[in-house]
């Protein structure tokens, strides 16, 4: 079988991601996915558009990325190929301990202490209860849920939103878009683990942050595309919102420029909430790649319909 890998990697991942690869796939040849290349197989990291034009006999496209919106957005991908996604159980507990420090970090103004002592400020805060924050989590998949989870075994009021029916131990669940305004109004912290898709894009804007109750808190774990940045600014600014932290931004690396990198009532990471790890990921790749091979469809396929 005809393998290649494709994505923006550093020569040290690369070679990280080769080496896992090629462990976990021992009877692959390795191909360079050049216009025109037979490959049956194509794993790809977050591809740049165009990568993937011309291929010849492709029978998947392997994502080591959770997120498809950018694939799913390149124009020139060979049709009818199916797509799977990344679903690793490592990358879920990643994300759910980031969920947990964000979350746990509001609770108790740890965000606040940060600041303060930047500014030499000796000032004990209120300290809340878990069980007074409700905590609601927008996307309720492999990482939603995952996270949700968490903050439920650590005592807070979770709330989650799909866009199906689901219902979770523990978690106060609805679905559809006209249960939302009334989500939101009553949460003190959201945390978004959506999918970037055509009915997420700009998901909070002016309108949908000013449901939320004055002194919540916005957690965007997600993709930068959720948010409108300006929107989300002014919020901050006028004080209705007490604090974001995001990972995830509309351009990436975040300009230096950006008023996110310094604004005080912003917490921000490199989009690092969950990276793919290849020493569990290779082998769920390698899983799919054999499934394929032998004729079965691929676990994680993405419904092109849905977008996610
Ligand atoms: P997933 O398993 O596909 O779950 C998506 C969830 O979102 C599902 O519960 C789905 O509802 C819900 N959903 C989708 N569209 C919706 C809509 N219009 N209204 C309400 N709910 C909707 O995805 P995942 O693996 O959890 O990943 C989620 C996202 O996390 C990825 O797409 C990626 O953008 C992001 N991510 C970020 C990082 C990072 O490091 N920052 C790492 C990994 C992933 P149903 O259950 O009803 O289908
Ligand atoms: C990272 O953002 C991913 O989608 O895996």
Redesign the pocket.
Known sequence: MKLALVGQLGAAERQAWMAALQHALPEAQWVEAAPGAEVDVVLVANPPPGQLQGLKGLRLIQSLW??V?RLLADATLPQGVPIARM?DPA?SAA?AETALWAVLSLQRGFFDYARQQREAIWRVLPQRRADEVRVTVL??????LTAARRMVAQGYRVQG????P?QEPGIDSV?GEEALPALLSRSDVVVN?????A??RGLFDAQRLALLPEGACVVN???GGHVVEADLLAALDGGRLRHAVL??FQAEPLPADSRFWSHPRVTLLP?????TDARSAAGIAAANVRAVMAGNPPAHRVEAERG?
């Open positions: 959770a997120g919106d679903v990358m994300m996307g309720l998949g492999e990482m939603g939103w799909s866009a199906r689901r679905h683990l959506l999918p970037l898709t009915a997420t774990l997600a993709r990972d995830v989009h690092a909430a969950a990276l996610y």
